[in-house]
């Protein structure tokens, strides 16, 4: 079995590393991702610039995009086999509700879910990067060995490993929960700092984030102390709309 690994954080992280070491049972380990951070970038791909891989180390590289390119590099390029299954993470913060339109973690699980490959994305409010991302990555291969073979097709699980964790009787690892998409309320602000004949400079703050209350979100299961794990379909049609009369 080959195993892609991959991030928008970048390849020295220890949400890479941890989960590398943890799934190493599993076959063979191939790793990529972007060169810098590259958050919040949802499934862009690089369409007129050039990318540059690098092999930093066997089965290891770096591409000076975005985790979508990494992916498609990884699928398209003669440089790398077949894979079986694609993990994009283990991010250092979360990707709940509304987030998951964002995220480039989750964005490069659905463009490996897009052509076709098993795809998980997975979260934990760990930072900085250099922290401790074993018991996620730990109890994520402990699922795999159960789920795996179950994976349906063009479906992505979106997982969040919340920080506070409940222990299951006889179980070192948090209960888990099957959840929806939970629905986020951002509040975001800008910093001006600069004006002048040019325009104005800003910059995005820290964004405060909330979300609507409901008890089958992935928001609330969080909350809870348990593990989120969400199913996210390709198609996005919205089924429950009536047609608009034209």
């Not at 590259?38 to 499934?43: F, H, K, L, M, Y």
């Not at 409010?125 to 402990?142: E, M, Q, S, T, V």
Request: glycine content about 8%.
């Amino acid at each position: 079995m080959k195993v892609l690994l991959t991030n928008d954080d970048g390849l020295f992280t220890n949400g890479l590393l941890h989960l590398e070491q943890a799934l190493a049972s599993f076959g063979e380990i191939w790793c990529i991702a972007p060169d810098r951070e590259r958050s919040a970038t949802s499934q862009a791909l690089s369409l007129r610039e050039t990318l540059l891989l690098k092999e930093v180390s066997p089965r290891k590289f770096t591409v000076n995009g975005y985790p979508t390119d990494c992916v498609n590099l990884a699928l398209f390029t003669e440089d790398f086999p077949a894979f079986d299954l694609v993990v994009s993470g283990i991010n250092h913060g979360v990707n709940l509700g509304d987030d998951i339109h964002y995220s480039g973690t989750v964005g490069a699980a659905r463009h490996a879910a897009l052509h076709g490959k098993k795809a998980i994305a997975i979260s934990a409010p760990i930072r900085p990067h250099d922290g401790d991302f074993r018991r996620p990555a730990a109890w994520l291969a402990k699922w795999l060995e159960t789920n795996l073979e179950n994976f349906p097709q063009r479906v992505l699980w979106n997982i969040n490993y919340p920080l506070e964790a409940r222990a299951n009787a006889g179980d070192p690892f948090p209960g888990m929960r099957w959840t929806r998409q939970g629905r986020r309320i951002y509040k975001d602000a800008y910093e001006l700092l600069e004006e002048g004949a040019g325009g104005k400079l800003y910059k995005l703050l820290e964004t405060e984030m909330g979300w609507h209350d409901d008890a089958e979100s992935d928001c609330r299961a969080f909350e809870d102390g348990m593990i989120s794990i969400t199913p996210l379909a390709l198609d996005t049609t919205a089924v429950t709309i009536e047609p608009v009369s034209r």
